[in-house]
């Protein structure tokens, strides 16, 4: 597993003295460095974060196994924000104030990333967080390593409209700001450069269950597209409840920002089939990189595991600070920060990707065709998109 992720321009290096590689007290010694990971391993978002805490841990795994980082091996202290935005903060001071740790891989919803901010830019920690989001952030204190809006919903808007003629558009999603930004975003284009027209639009609250009014207004509209923002545990009952009313992929295009292989696991596969999801990471990518990924993440978790978009973003999380720490022969976040603009990752999962000055990741978006297997069939591939988290025209 050693070469399993190849960081472009490195060679490995002596272990440095903890004075020279640690001048700002985090909890590094000459054996060991200790980083935090932050997710709601309980509540309605533990569907979609338990995918990214495994993938971080086996990453962290990988990398103790190859040697560690600057000769350390890497200690994990677990926290949980349990769906609650306010535990996120309080938490995120504990890891940067108490325990000192190295670097944070933590959050899945913009909601959790917004409460620890101000602690990460006011400690000065790094968080890495591999949620696709709705842009309009850039910090020193971040990577992100999932996509912003730009990069999956422009791009995933134009092959709808390309490959469906699509006209007419009903905008759903959790209320809460990723999505209503992101849907914000989304009718600015289908106004303004697809010259489309959005039909409809409704936000629900995380955890919320019954769809059964919103589904009449579906069935009275009769969009082109249902395009679906939806979070967490409810896509369970959305899904089930479209089918049992009916909407199915057979008469209704339904294009989804918010649906990965994680949540599938939960609504299971024969509830979607035929509809898209937009994202830049599918488990049936085919390609040798995604093929060791998938192996060694199944012989860890289960046959039965899967990955999903986020899930294989926050694998990158540990990978890309390795590089960093590396590059800058320290651990003070300062020049990880520093180090980190230009770092590549060729042999990522995902295929490639490369650290953008604005601390986003240029990577492409794929289009993919859920089946009843709970898979998605990659019907698209966009060249790399460079990230832009400020768009003119859509703010």
């Known amino acids: 597993m050693a070469a399993l992720l190849a960081i472009t321009g490195l060679t490995a290096q002596a ?74 903060a309080e938490k995120a001071k504990k890891l940067l104030v108490s325990d000192k740790v190295g670097t944070v891989f933590g959050c899945w919803t913009s909601a959790s990333r917004k409460a620890v901010l101000p602690v990460f830019e006011k400690e000065n ?45 009903y905008l759903i999603g959790s209320d809460y700001i990723w999505p209503r930004t992101s849907a914000k975003i989304a009718r600015k284009h289908i106004e303004n450069v697809i010259k489309g027209t959005v039909v409809g639009e409704e936000y629900y609250a995380l955890g919320h269950t019954q769809f059964g009014s919103l589904i009449n207004k579906i069935k009275l509209k009769k969009p082109d597209v249902i395009y ?16 049992a009313a009916g909407i199915t992929s057979a008469k209704q295009t339904l294009l989804t920002i918010s649906v990965t292989e994680d949540e599938v696991l939960g609504i299971g596969g024969e509830n979607l089939v035929g509809f898209y999801s937009a994202m830049k990471y599918f488990q049936s990518l085919d390609n040798e990189n995604n093929k060791a990924f998938v192996k060694a993440f199944k012989d860890k978790y289960g046959a039965n595991s899967v990955i999903g978009d986020v899930t294989q973003a ?82």
């Open 15 to 88: 272990k440095p003295p903890t004075s020279e590689v640690n001048t700002t007290g985090l909890a590094v010694t000459d054996d060991t460095v200790t980083v935090g990971q932050l997710h709601s391993a309980t509540g309605t978002m533990a569907i979609s974060e338990t995918g990214s805490i495994q993938a971080e841990q086996l990453a962290i795994d990988q990398i103790n196994a190859a040697g560690g980082v600057l000769g350390r091996q890497i200690k994990v202290i677990k926290e949980d924000g349990a769906s609650d935005w306010p535990t996120f």
């Open 228 to 243: 679906a923002i939806v979070v967490g545990g409810s896509n369970v009952s959305f899904y089930k409840q479209l089918k």
């Open 314 to 395: 926050g694998y990158l999380g540990p990978w890309l600070w390795k590089a960093a720490v590396e590059k800058a022969n320290s651990f003070d976040i300062d020049k990880i920060a520093a180090a980190s603009p230009g770092l590549e990752l060729t042999t990522a999962p995902e295929g490639y990707v490369k650290v953008h000055p604005n601390h986003h990741l240029w990577s492409k978006l794929r289009i993919g065709q859920w089946q009843d297997d709970g898979q998605a069939k990659v019907l698209y591939e966009s060249e790399l998109i460079e990230p832009d988290p400020f768009p003119k025209g859509y703010q």
């Open 125 to 169: 920690g790094m968080l890495y967080y591999p949620t696709f989001y709705e842009g309009l952030e850039q910090s020193k204190n971040v990577i992100y390593t999932g996509q912003e809006a730009t990069q999956q919903i422009i791009a995933g808007l134009d092959w709808i409209v390309k490959e469906k003629k699509a006209k007419t558009f």
